[in-house]
């Protein structure tokens, strides 16, 4: 079939780890936006994070798809890095750097193992809740006294508790710092990988993919260090 011939060449590779790596960039902006609401109150997180949750099919048929296009992702970028490795023999590595790669382009591998690892821990500490299980009990008593019968989870007092501990502050800190230091070069390669390769961009991807990574991480990390500063609290 031409499609999976096309899906199985190195630019087809490219352009899956391209597409599945705009998607989880796509996750990650909106997750900021979502997070930032932490800065209206509880009420307003605490209703965003209900909302998400509202139907089970709903959260666990988006929990599966970014699970998969994650792992696509993964999968493609090792046997890309596989592919060029054995294309580039014996070529010595200073020279092959010469050809315009950056501190970014050559550490991604390390930092998308560290970024994997830091999500990973993310998970267990707000959505498992096993790093501090008394997340788990945390409840919106607002909520619970105008919908008589109800309840709902208080993750606004969650992520005050999580980040109240320093060095947590400091491990989400430098996790998103690495996420954003790997999306830099990720943003600039995307382009490349839908077609993009003229020489003359190349400068204009740059400033594009740092940008976007210095807004993600002002962004992000600005929720535990506003925590941890008193700024938000309980
Ligand atoms: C300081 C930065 C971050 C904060 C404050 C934060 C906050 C949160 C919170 C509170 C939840 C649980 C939501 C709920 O239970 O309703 C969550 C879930 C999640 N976060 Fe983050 N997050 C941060 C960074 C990141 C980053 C960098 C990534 C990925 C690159 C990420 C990926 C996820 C994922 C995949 C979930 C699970 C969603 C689900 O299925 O329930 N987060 N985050």
Not at 164 to 178: F, N, R
Request: glycine residues 10%; aromatic residues 12%.
């Amino acid at each position: 079939m031409p499609l999976l011939k096309f899906l199985r060449s190195t630019v087809g590779l490219k352009f899956i780890v391209g597409l599945t790596g705009a998607a989880l960039f796509a996750f990650v902006i909106i997750h900021m936006v979502g997070n930032l609401q932490i800065f209206l109150g509880p009420e307003a997180l605490n209703t965003y994070a209900q909302f998400l949750h509202a139907s089970p099919e709903v959260i666990w048929g988006f929990r599966l798809g970014l699970g998969a296009v994650a792992i696509v992702h993964i999968v493609g970028t090792i046997t890309l890095t596989i592919r060029n490795r054995a294309a580039r023999g014996s070529e010595p590595y200073a020279e092959y750097a010469a050809y315009g790669s950056t501190v970014a382009s050559r550490t991604m591998a390390v930092t998308g193992i560290i970024v994997a690892a830091f999500i990973v821990f993310h998970l267990l500490h707000f959505t498992v809740q096993s790093v501090d299980p008394s997340f788990l009990e945390l409840k919106d008593a607002e909520y619970a006294q105008t919908h008589p019968g109800f309840e709902r989870h208080d993750v606004f007092a969650m992520v005050v508790k999580g980040f109240s501990v320093p060095w947590v502050t400091l491990l989400y800190v430098v996790g998103v710092g690495l996420v954003c230091f790997h999306l830099s070069h990720g943003i600039e390669s995307f382009f490349r990988s839908i077609g993009l390769t003229n020489p003359a961009y190349r400068g204009v991807q740059e400033i594009f993919g740092t940008a976007f990574a210095i807004i993600i991480f002002v962004g992000m990390s600005i929720v535990p260090i506003s925590v941890l500063a008193g700024f938000i609290h309980l």
